[in-house]
Nanobody
Framework: VQLQASGGGLVQAGGSLRLSCAAS????????MGWFRQVPGKEREWVAG????????YYAHFVKGRFTISTDNARSTVFLEMNRLKPEDTAVYYC????????????????WGQGTLVTVSS
């Protein structure tokens, strides 16, 4: 599975951004998709997850109620809608794919996008 992330940028605190992750390659309908983020000097942390074949969504506690993950199966794209952004949301955001269920462990994922930088100014 090849992943291409986009949509990052600079936004003021309280603002919104939508990240996109376009998937291509072999059949990935049984895959789970995740968004992770990383700041320099820190480990990559899981943000949200979803399966292509399921409407159930999963969120890290620090984004629940502010971020929404969704899929557009016709366009093979996963979105991360980020609202009420905070300076601590500043990070490089990555989309990732794995076969099976959603997990929050980055090493479970075997396909990664290139990352897109989100900067939230105070």
């Amino acid at each position: 599975v090849q992943l291409q992330a986009s949509g990052g940028g600079l936004v003021q605190a309280g603002g919104s951004l939508r990240l996109s992750c376009a998937a291509s390659g072999r059949d990935f309908s049984s895959h789970a998709m995740g968004w992770f983020r990383q700041v320099p000097g820190k480990e990559r942390e899981w943000v949200a997850g979803i399966k292509w074949t399921d409407t159930v969504t999963y969120y890290a506690h620090f984004v629940k109620g502010r971020f929404t993950i969704s899929t557009d199966n016709a366009r093979s794209t996963v979105f991360l809608e980020m609202n009420r952004l905070k300076p601590e949301d500043t990070a490089v955001y990555y989309c990732a794919a794995k076969w099976g269920v959603v997990t929050s462990t980055s090493s479970d994922y075997d396909s990664w996008g290139q990352g897109t930088l989100v900067t939230v100014s105070s």
